[in-house]
């Protein structure tokens, strides 16, 4: 066997480590499956022991988990093998200062088939444990996902837009699932359902796909890197770029409508409020689609509306004798016509920079940030290094994502927590050029650091591509620990009793919950009870793409990357009730 003072052979810590687990768990041995993890090893579970996706730390979760799912029978777990592609295969990597063996495997229970992924070192005794395994299920089996058509139809007799048409005109009238919302998240979850036999509708309020993106302000460019962001089935070319500019997602997330065949209703909204039919599990809903109503039954409604609502509208008073303009920065549609001027940005996160960036390119008079409280900071290059170490440019985003999706979220915070003075000293300078600027930095709430901050809460971060030299050279200046309590004629007054003068105040103040949003299209009354619905719940696991509580509605929340690997597993739970085997309403 190999050990700690030899050279790994990953091969044979993964044959070793997976014969052992093999046995305990086809067994449903509780006590030897536990044997195999390290005293703080985790279990991630998606759908394969319940209909729910758990992480579980320690032995005693473990076994409280499992024993407690009714599932621990001989056979449950049947056909574990080695997995090993072009791409995947057992691996020793880097993980502080152990190094750690990678065990892809595949298993089946009697209704499906899964993927597992274990994380192994080895402990004080030179024996491999695991630090993390987690078995998600890929397909029920009879109802696999269907992988591409042949494109020849009816013996070569229809014609592609034909057979299109009769398929465009059953999802409008007989759609079984209704997406709310075609940006990225939605059309992915489309995409799924679409390969999985589902006819989905997506309904989008803007006139076009992709507008959500296109009316941005113009600099806008993705904060994360090529693969990351990449949609699911659809590659990005070679040439693309490494930070998507916002235009061309918003072009490409229209084609990607176009050639994975999903139908949408554009300039759409719910009109009304949708009523839920338990007897028959469907809702009834209203469309206007551009003036022209339609009432449809979909068994199920996913909201896909984005993990933040409309943006959060600072009232302060004093307003309507204010001579210049306020606007928040979603309206935000670039700095020509504020040049010569004074402009003053409240917040301190992506956009705000972004915003004072461009403030400076366009030759405003002065540009001032107002950072009320603390803000997480990356610098651009050392966030491309993180994320390339995951999704590298020469590998499929699929191995990105097996390799992430596997992670339990709550052990990822826990590294990320005992790297925090490691943070700090990566970009020492970065942090002194801020700091002489008058910015206040940490690394997130419990020095986890901008990852944790972007999946737990989507801001409070930014992304440094340049902004520090403006702050640091003077071209943007900080107001730090104070906020705006009141316009005057000329501009702010603050909570610490100054006064500074503006011409533009924009506010960079964020947006409010898909909650919100959906409280304006349910009501209170079906929202109320339910939980988060984005964000990390207390095990570390996405609040979305799982039952919420309520029949037939769901949340589809995150970025690219999240819907990518829980789009699946969502579809899979309708198939699952679909057939039986899994309640409605949990």
């Keep these: 066997m190999a050990t700690l003072q030899n050279e790994i052979i990953p091969q044979d810590v993964a044959h070793i480590w997976l014969t052992t687990f093999t ?22 579970d998606v759908l394969t022991y319940t209909w729910n996706f758990r992480s579980l730390e320690g032995p005693e979760k473990i076994t409280a988990y499992l024993s407690a799912s009714g599932k621990l029978t001989p056979g449950y777990i049947s056909a574990v093998k080695p997995y090993e592609d072009r791409w995947v295969r057992p691996s020793a990597v880097p993980a502080g200062k152990q190094t750690s063996v990678e065990v892809p495997f595949t298993f089946e229970t009697p209704i499906a088939f899964g993927r597992g992924y274990a994380r192994l070192l080895a402990d004080a005794s030179g024996q491999w444990k695991a630090l993390a395994v987690c078995m998600s299920l890929t397909d029920l089996k009879g109802h696999e996902e269907q992988k591409f058509e042949s494109g020849i139809y009816g013996g070569h007799t229809l014609a592609w837009a034909d057979v299109y048409a009769e398929r465009k005109l059953k999802v409008e009238t007989e759609p079984q699932i209704l997406i709310v919302g075609a940006s990225q998240v939605g059309l992915i979850t489309a995409a799924v359902c679409k390969q999985n036999g589902y006819r989905a509708l997506l309904v989008e309020k803007t006139p076009r796909v ?21 949609m699911l089935y659809q590659p990005y070319p070679t040439t693309w770029p490494q930070f998507t500019p916002k235009d061309k997602f918003a072009d490409w997330s229209e084609s990607y409508a176009q050639h994975q065949d999903l139908v949408v209703w554009t300039s759409s909204q719910i009109e009304g409020k949708p009523v839920y039919n338990k007897d028959d599990r469907h809702w009834d809903v209203i469309i206007n689609r551009n003036g022209t109503r339609s009432v449809l039954h979909p068994t199920h ?33 670039g700095g020509p016509p504020y040049a010569g001027k004074r402009a003053i940005v409240i917040g301190a996160g992506n956009s705000s920079i972004d915003i004072c960036q461009d403030l400076c390119f366009h030759k405003a008079k002065s ?12 610098g651009g290059e050392t966030a491309e290094k993180n994320l390339m170490r995951m999704f590298k440019d020469d ?10 999706s596997t992670m339990p979220i709550g052990l990822l915070k826990k590294i990320q927590r005992s790297r925090t003075q490691e943070m700090w000293d990566e970009e020492p300078e970065l942090f002194e050029k801020l700091r002489k600027g008058g910015v206040k930095l940490y690394m997130g709430p419990n020095g986890e650091g901008q990852l944790i901050m972007a999946l737990e809460r989507g801001g409070g971060f930014w992304v440094d591509k340049g902004g520090a030299d403006l702050i640091a050279n003077g071209d943007v200046k900080v107001k730090q620990g104070t906020e705006p309590i009141a316009f005057t004629e000329t501009g702010l007054k603050f909570a610490d009793g100054s006064e500074l003068e503006a011409d533009v105040v924009i506010f960079a103040t964020g947006f409010t919950t898909i909650r919100e949003t959906a409280k304006q299209i349910f009501g209170e ?8 619905l984005h964000g990390l719940d207390h095990e570390g696991e996405f609040n979305a793409f799982r039952p919420t509580g309520h029949p037939g509605l769901w949340f589809a929340t995150g970025g690219t990357m999240t819907a990518r690997s829980l789009s699946k597993p969502l579809v899979m739970q309708f198939k699952a009730m679909e057939l039986g085997l899994m309640p409605y309403a949990v």
């Design 395 to 404: 590998e499929p985003c699929a191995v990105g994502d097996l390799k992430f």
């Design 210 to 230: 992709g507008d959500i993106w296109r009316n941005r302000y113009p600099t806008l460019a993705l904060h994360t890197t090529r693969r990351q962001h990449e």
């Design 301 to 333: 409604i996913v909201m896909a509306t984005g993990a933040l609502g409309g943006p959060v509208i600072v009232d302060l008073p004093g307003q309507s004798e204010f001579k210049g303009t306020a606007l928040h920065a979603s309206d935000y549609q």
């Design 23 to 44: 046995d305990a768990i086809t067994k449903g041995d509780v006590a030897a499956i536990v044997d195999n993890f390290l005293p703080f090893g985790w279990f991630k």
């Design 525 to 532: 009354e079906t929202i109320k009870d339910m939980g988060p």
């Design 367 to 378: 540009v001032t940030m107002v950072q009320r409280s603390v803000t997480c900071v990356i």
